[in-house]
């Protein structure tokens, strides 16, 4: 049976399948400062594409949270993305956004959308799938 929001990309689909407990992968928007060692996933195509929203729930729908982490700034700067959050059942721990950036060194996956909205980022942090 086909499945119209199911992973494609082979290398996003490898990450969110060996995402383990507790390690986290960020979804960012095409501005949010990328650190040395993470692996990073580049999904933007042009302004707008691919949305947070639509890469949001596409990995939601795959991979088993824990918990998410986004940035105070998010609810009142990006408005659509803390709606997407809020609509993928997420409930994020709020940070300051310098703290958010600090914590993408530790990722192991970052996915850069197209979204050039400020503030669209959240990290996902891993479960347990058994």
Do not use: C, W
Request: avoid cysteine; glycine fraction near 10%; charge should be negative.
């Amino acid at each position: 049976m086909h499945r119209s929001n199911a992973i494609l990309n082979p290398r996003l689909l490898a990450a969110v399948a060996g995402l383990g407990h507790g390690q986290s992968l960020f979804i960012v928007d095409p501005g949010f400062p990328i650190p040395d060692g993470p692996e990073l996933i580049d999904l933007s195509l042009h302004a707008g594409t691919p949305s947070f929203a639509d890469v949001l729930t596409t990995i939601v729908a795959e991979l088993s949270v824990e918990s998410s982490v986004a940035a105070g700034e998010t609810e009142e700067h990006s408005p659509p993305a803390y709606a997407a959050m809020i609509g993928a059942g997420l409930a994020p721990r709020i940070v300051a956004h310098d703290e958010l950036k600090l914590m993408a060194a530790n990722a192991r996956t970052i996915v850069r959308t197209g979204d050039v909205v400020p503030f669209s980022n959240i990290a996902l942090i891993g479960g347990v799938t058994f």
